[in-house]
Nanobody, 115 residues
């Protein structure tokens, strides 16, 4: 199985920046895709960004131009650089990876954007 450890969440002011990290460990055959989802209280979980092992990238329209996803395949780690943060970005952010055996989710890390 695959275990995911997320870090980097916290409290920031509007306009600030955070960088999230998600490191995968365990029995890893192949990580086809690594990405980030988020969920605010009372809302549906939504895609933020995802990146395949070949470099294809998808961003939610709401974060384009502000967030950047990157992968370090040697470290089995995916990052999310979040700039120009808005209060609407407040949510629990979840790492998700897709492997031969299916999908795996991290525990989530809280991001709060508030003055």
């Amino acid at each position: 199985q695959v275990q995911l450890v997320e870090s980097g969440g916290g409290l920031v002011q509007p306009g600030g920046s955070l960088r999230l990290s998600c490191a995968a460990s365990g029995t890893i055959i192949s990580l086809y895709a690594m990405g980030w989802y988020r969920q605010a209280p009372g809302k549906q979980r939504e895609l933020v960004a995802t990146k395949t092992s070949l470099g294809s990238t998808v961003y939610a329209d709401s974060v384009k131009g502000r967030f950047t996803i990157s992968r370090d395949n040697a470290k089995n780690t995916v990052y999310l650089q979040m700039n120009s943060l808005k209060p609407e970005d407040t949510a629990v952010y979840y790492c998700k990876v897709t492997t031969f055996g299916g999908d795996y989710w991290g525990q989530g890390t809280q991001v709060t954007v508030s003055s």
